[in-house]
Protein backbone atom coordinates (compact mmCIF):
# COMPACT_ATOMS: atom_id res chain seq x y z
CA UNK A 1 0.00 0.00 0.00
CA UNK A 2 1.21 3.32 -0.77
CA UNK A 3 -0.14 6.69 0.13
CA UNK A 4 -0.03 10.25 -1.53
CA UNK A 5 -0.47 12.51 1.41
CA UNK A 6 -1.01 16.17 1.92
CA UNK A 7 0.77 18.58 4.73
CA UNK A 8 0.12 21.99 5.35
CA UNK A 9 1.34 24.28 8.03
CA UNK A 10 0.59 27.39 9.76
CA UNK A 11 0.93 29.68 6.38
CA UNK A 12 -1.03 27.26 4.92
CA UNK A 13 1.73 26.44 2.82
CA UNK A 14 1.06 22.76 1.10
CA UNK A 15 3.78 19.95 0.97
CA UNK A 16 2.70 17.21 -1.13
CA UNK A 17 4.32 13.81 -1.18
CA UNK A 18 4.29 10.12 -1.12
CA UNK A 19 5.20 7.23 0.79
CA UNK A 20 4.62 3.35 1.82
CA UNK A 21 5.36 4.29 5.43
CA UNK A 22 2.69 7.11 6.46
CA UNK A 23 3.24 7.26 9.91
CA UNK A 24 6.94 7.04 9.62
CA UNK A 25 7.30 9.74 7.22
CA UNK A 26 5.36 11.99 9.06
CA UNK A 27 7.67 11.01 12.06
CA UNK A 28 10.52 12.54 9.66
CA UNK A 29 8.54 15.66 8.59
CA UNK A 30 8.07 16.86 12.83
CA UNK A 31 12.08 15.89 13.26
CA UNK A 32 13.07 17.28 10.73
CA UNK A 33 14.55 15.32 8.64
CA UNK A 34 12.88 16.47 5.48
CA UNK A 35 15.11 19.04 3.86
CA UNK A 36 12.35 21.20 2.49
CA UNK A 37 10.09 20.75 5.30
CA UNK A 38 12.10 21.53 8.02
CA UNK A 39 12.62 25.28 7.85
CA UNK A 40 8.70 26.07 7.13
CA UNK A 41 7.29 23.84 9.62
CA UNK A 42 5.12 22.57 11.96
CA UNK A 43 3.63 20.60 9.67
CA UNK A 44 -0.30 18.80 9.56
CA UNK A 45 -1.89 15.96 7.80
CA UNK A 46 -4.62 17.54 5.93
CA UNK A 47 -5.19 14.90 3.34
CA UNK A 48 -4.26 11.31 2.55
CA UNK A 49 -5.41 9.04 -0.53
CA UNK A 50 -4.51 5.18 -0.92
CA UNK A 51 -2.54 3.63 -3.96
CA UNK A 52 -2.00 0.02 -4.80
CA UNK A 53 1.47 0.87 -6.75
CA UNK A 54 4.40 3.44 -6.19
CA UNK A 55 3.68 3.99 -10.11
CA UNK A 56 0.17 5.05 -9.24
CA UNK A 57 1.03 6.67 -6.23
CA UNK A 58 3.61 9.14 -8.06
CA UNK A 59 1.27 9.87 -10.77
CA UNK A 60 -1.10 11.37 -8.49
CA UNK A 61 1.83 13.27 -6.91
CA UNK A 62 2.09 14.91 -10.11
CA UNK A 63 -1.39 15.26 -10.67
CA UNK A 64 -1.73 16.77 -6.60
CA UNK A 65 0.91 19.47 -7.52
CA UNK A 66 -0.14 20.34 -10.67
CA UNK A 67 -3.10 21.47 -12.78
CA UNK A 68 -6.46 21.21 -12.40
CA UNK A 69 -6.46 18.65 -9.60
CA UNK A 70 -4.07 21.11 -7.40
CA UNK A 71 -6.70 23.65 -7.85
CA UNK A 72 -9.38 21.08 -6.89
CA UNK A 73 -7.23 20.11 -4.32
CA UNK A 74 -6.98 23.41 -2.44
CA UNK A 75 -10.43 23.99 -2.70
CA UNK A 76 -11.19 21.05 -0.88
CA UNK A 77 -8.80 21.57 1.93
CA UNK A 78 -9.76 25.21 2.16
CA UNK A 79 -12.06 24.34 5.05
CA UNK A 80 -11.12 21.20 6.06
CA UNK A 81 -9.69 20.32 9.30
CA UNK A 82 -6.70 17.72 10.24
CA UNK A 83 -6.83 14.22 8.37
CA UNK A 84 -7.32 10.96 10.49
CA UNK A 85 -4.33 8.92 10.10
CA UNK A 86 -5.15 5.31 8.57
CA UNK A 87 -5.30 2.28 11.11
CA UNK A 88 -1.80 0.38 11.25
Known amino acids: MYYV ?3 RNAEGRLYIGQTQELRRRLEHHAAGDSTWTRVRGPWTLVYFET ?3 RGEALR ?3 QLKTGRANQELRRRL ?3 TNAVLPPD
Open 5 to 7: YVL
Open 51 to 53: MTT
Open 60 to 62: RER
Open 78 to 80: AGS
